[in-house]
């Protein structure tokens, strides 16, 4: 079996993030692994056609990150306090994002919710989890956040 040392934890601070949280904390102990938590702010480039001033989009996009950042800094807080985390925040697209993170950081797993999106936003832009499962440069295990036992 293969050794399993770096975990990433893609997470989007949702309800199903958190229902997916106890299974990244466990194996990262049973494995004594190193987790990493992730949170990708999507790039709003891509709609600088829509007659926004690119000036407000890239004041949208700071304010985005800064915001973030303590969004990541409070979850951390509440549900890592007594264990040890990497915690990232990149910006772009979320699945491109997650894989090079994957990459980069030679994770061994990914460890995600097989729902975050719903109705028409996830038709529209598709499914995260579908995209990080065929591009992964490893494993990725899915949980549905839905059908966790309490």
Known sequence: MAD???ILFPTDFTEAS?????????LTEKLD??????????????YANFYVPHSALDNLEKELM????????????DHFEDFPVESLIRRGDIPEEIVKVAEE???????????GRKGLEKILLGSVTERVIKTAPCP???????????
């Not at 958190?18 to 466990?26: F, H, Q």
């Open 4 to 6: 399993i040392k770096t």
């Open 18 to 26: 958190l229902k997916v949280l106890p299974y990244a904390r466990y």
């Open 33 to 46: 692994a190193k987790l990493i938590v992730l949170f990708v702010v999507e790039e709003l480039s891509k």
């Open 66 to 77: 800064e915001s973030a950042e303590k969004k990541m800094q409070s979850f951390i807080e």
């Open 105 to 115: 950081k030679e994770a061994d797993l990914i460890v995600m919710a097989t729902h």
């Open 140 to 150: 990725v295990m899915t949980i549905n956040p839905f059908r966790v036992k309490k």
